[in-house]
């Protein structure tokens, strides 16, 4: 991904120019994968520009924080303002938001506690998996590498570190002239995307693998069950093995970054009538209403800029 850098960051309590937002080469995160962070998108919407769960997000950058035992030298009502302030310090012409928070310089142990040092970084991101996949969907394959195991790597913290799997399950699905990676668990079982989760639609209801599926507990994945309930669509939460991609009647992928991106064909397989189906799009209409003024905002999930 090309990309234009905006003007503007924030970094440890002073908004910067994007040049002048750095870290040292010995920061402890580089070398061992040890930051959490956080994907926002900001949206403009017929009452106004919001940001999309703001303090779901931030409060899940501190839950990441904490299973890692990382100090937070903020608060997340201070991380909120840091992602107002860096967007109104570029103009609002960004969709993008990343607060990252990571172990910095002045110990090099593995257990050393290490100074956190914590950015807000915003750009534009479009659509993540490329023009038009909202519309048309993509071709995703399984990958031949699995998520890590429970007891090995947390999946349900956001950390640096775990997006070395994603970067694997991504780069060999893109290889191979797919549009996105599905990783199974080490059960054997389905996992998520490399950077989303996931939805199998079976006779009208929806069917979502559970957070003991070593996946992320997306906020997206979170919106797209409420407003299913909401709307009277039965959510299952379980877990389900791979050949169900192949016999779903209808599947997409969903996070902050994919928004709601239907999935047209697996393995080669085309799923259902390899166009996005009646409640996928329904789901679409739904998530997407939250913006248009459309679908209520019940739980105060549009966050004002
Ligand atoms: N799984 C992984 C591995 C992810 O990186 C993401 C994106 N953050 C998601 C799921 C979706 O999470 P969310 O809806 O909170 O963006």
């Not at 739904?286 to 105060?300: A, I, N, S, V, W």
Request: include cysteine.
């Amino acid at each position: 991904m090309s990309m234009q850098y905006p003007e503007w960051i924030w970094q440890n309590g002073a908004i910067k120019r994007w040049a002048e937002a750095t870290t040292h080469v010995m920061s402890h995160a580089l070398h061992y994968g040890s930051s959490v962070f956080e994907g926002i998108r900001t949206y403009q919407t017929p009452n106004g520009p919001v940001i999309f769960r703001l303090t779901d997000h931030n409060t899940r950058l501190f839950a990441s924080a904490k299973i890692y035992d990382m100090a937070m030298p903020y608060t997340v009502e201070q991380i909120n303002q840091a992602c107002r302030d860096v967007i109104k310090a570029n103009d609002n012409t960004t969709d993008y938001l990343r607060p990252v928070a990571y172990r910095g310089l002045g110990g090099f142990g593995l257990s050393a506690d290490t100074p956190t040092d914590v950015a807000v970084a915003t750009w534009k991101m479009g659509q993540y998996l490329g023009a038009s996949v909202l519309e048309a969907g993509i071709d995703a394959c399984v990958s031949s590498w699995q998520r890590f195991a429970p007891n090995t790597i947390p999946a349900g913290a956001k950390a640096g570190g775990n997006y070395l799997s994603g970067q694997l399950v991504a780069r060999e699905a893109r290889r191979l002239g797919f549009g996105e990676g599905i990783a199974l668990a080490s059960t054997g079982l389905l996992s998520e995307g490399a950077g989303e989760n996931l939805f199998l639609v079976f006779d009208g209801a929806l069917h979502t693998t559970p957070v003991s599926a070593a996946l992320l507990n997306g906020i997206t994945r979170n919106t797209i069950i409420t407003l299913a309930r909401d709307a009277g669509i039965q959510v299952v939460e379980r877990d389900l093995p791979r050949e169900y991609l192949y016999l779903c009647d209808e599947l997409f992928m969903c996070g902050t970054a994919a928004e709601l991106t239907p999935i047209r064909s697996v393995d080669g397989r085309q799923v259902g009538t390899g166009k996005p189906g009646p409640l996928t799009r329904r789901m679409q209409e739904l998530f997407f209403g939250l913006f248009e003024g459309k679908t209520p905002d019940k739980y105060g999930w549009l966050e004002p800029l």
